[in-house]
């Protein structure tokens, strides 16, 4: 090292001292700074750039070198690390260096930005606050799927700060579980990360949301329903099922068109048999339902209620108490009717299908499957339940003709 680069050893009060400490103070270079050696002692030794103000590098007895800023805010001396050197280079250091001081020189204080950074939610924990004051309230129905996709896709994001999310992460991400997993799984991921920043910003997180502009991938909208052809193996592989419980779920998830999850959960106080419908009180858009029920679900749900003796309509053994969602089953009865590519979701579909074959307008359909659409509600609230009734009987019964009867099986549970 240079003589010019290394001058004359100054005596200071450490700030966060009573000890005497050695400052040197000299121009900063790599060639410098690789030079400096630990100290003898157990304390940190500090070195001051005489270019920016405030700019230090501390050794410790172990040669660690640390970027740090020492500077009187507010009348108190803080010390603010900056990064290790030479991960950090000096120019890095330098600029954000430079940076702080602009800030303390508006009356800011960089250093509560650190102690907010350490206070700062992981995404783990911020997830479940977002569970218990966001998605618990106002998007029940979809609750477990967003504790689904976190579960498979994010644990391994769980201890990472917020704002240590950064834009090419979720890029990255997105494009790993569109390979794996499938285009849809991905974009899932990609509206929960969303939203989830969304919410933080909204609740004073001051950071950027990494998942904003970041493309969704393309979807195919599903269009499968039953076909007719396939209605007459369908209810006699449905009638051949021996599981009555499971067997009356599909048929009412059929009758209805209503969501599976609010079928699942569907409880026996929310049945009017008097005026033939069911009222959903929380559905998946936060608000509640009104489901008109066909003569052929009124017929299946009382005979279920005479031998009713807990609260759901379809029980379970699970921790919930009511039934989730059959795979095996349901895999058993498609097997047993030859038909593929058919989920349980697409029984709602189905419904409208029927619906609109039979000459329903998509108003009455979009109100019979509880449809949400800013322009679409102002008619929905127009109407009454007469000829959603009306519509819903109409494709029910042309379901029974194509079934060639077979659904009679279905009457009495045997």
């Known amino acids: 090292m240079k003589r010019h680069d290394l001058p004359s050893i100054k005596v200071e009060i450490h700030p966060s001292s009573s000890k005497l400490v050695a400052r040197r103070r000299f121009n900063f270079t790599k060639k410098a700074l690789d030079a400096l050696p630990a100290p003898r002692n157990d304390q940190r030794a500090y070195f001051y750039d005489v270019q920016v103000r405030g700019l230090a590098i501390a050794v410790s007895p172990a040669g660690r070198k640390t970027f740090v800023l020492y500077r009187k805010v507010a009348g108190?001396?803080?010390?603010?690390?900056?990064?290790?050197?030479?991960?950090?280079?000096?120019?890095?250091?330098?600029?954000?260096?430079?940076?702080?001081?602009?800030?303390?020189?508006?009356?800011?204080?960089?250093?509560?930005?650190?102690?907010?950074?350490?206070?700062?939610?992981?995404?783990?924990?911020?997830?479940?606050?977002?569970?218990?004051?966001?998605?618990?309230v106002h998007k029940r129905t979809w609750q477990k799927h967003d504790v689904s996709s976190f579960n498979k896709h994010l644990t391994r994001w769980r201890n990472l700060k917020l704002s240590a999310i950064r834009k090419i992460d979720v890029v990255n991400l997105h494009n790993a579980i569109g390979r794996n997993s499938g285009h849809y799984a991905a974009n899932r991921v990609l509206e929960l990360l969303s939203a989830m920043f969304n919410k933080a910003t909204e609740w004073g997180w001051k950071g950027e949301n990494p998942a904003t502009g970041v493309p969704a991938f393309p979807e195919k909208k599903r269009e499968r329903f039953l076909q007719p052809e396939e209605l007459p193996a369908f209810f006699k592989a449905l009638a051949a099922e021996q599981n009555e419980t499971i067997r009356d779920y599909i048929v009412i998830s059929l009758f209805t068109g209503a969501r599976r999850a609010n079928v699942q959960e569907m409880q026996w106080s929310e049945i009017n048999f008097e005026h033939a419908t069911w009222r959903i009180p929380v559905t998946k858009h936060g608000d509640s339902e009104t489901v008109t029920l066909s003569p052929e679900a009124l017929e299946i749900l009382q005979?279920?209620?005479?031998?009713?003796?807990?609260?759901?309509?379809?029980?379970?053994?699970?921790?919930?108490?009511?039934?989730?969602?059959?795979?095996t089953a349901w895999k058993r009865i498609?097997?047993?009717?030859?038909?593929?590519?058919?989920?349980?979701?697409?029984?709602?579909?189905?419904?409208?299908?029927?619906?609109?074959?039979?000459?329903?307008?998509?108003?009455?359909?979009?109100?019979?499957?509880?449809?949400?659409?800013?322009?679409?509600?102002?008619?929905?609230?127009?109407?009454?339940?007469?000829?959603?009734?009306?519509?819903?009987?109409?494709?029910?019964?042309?379901?029974?003709?194509a079934a060639n009867g077979s659904a009679k099986l279905l009457g009495d549970g045997k």
């Open 76 to 136: 108190r001396p803080e010390r603010i690390n900056l990064g290790l050197y030479p991960e950090m280079s000096i120019e890095q250091a330098r600029g954000k260096a430079e940076q702080m001081n602009s800030a303390i020189a508006q009356g800011e204080n960089p250093r509560n930005d650190q102690r907010t950074m350490r206070q700062e939610n992981t995404l783990g924990e911020f997830f479940d606050i977002y569970l218990e004051h966001f998605a618990k």
């Open 303 to 327: 005979r279920r209620k005479a031998d009713a003796v807990r609260q759901w309509v379809f029980p379970g053994n699970g921790k919930s108490g009511h039934l989730v969602e059959p795979k």
């Open 334 to 401: 498609l097997d047993r009717a030859r038909i593929r590519d058919l989920r349980i979701h697409d029984l709602r579909r189905t419904l409208g299908s029927w619906q609109a074959a039979a000459g329903a307008s998509l108003p009455i359909i979009g109100k019979s499957l509880g449809h949400k659409s800013l322009a679409a509600t102002q008619v929905y609230a127009r109407l009454n339940l007469d000829p959603v009734r009306h519509s819903v009987n109409k494709a029910v019964s042309a379901m029974l003709i």
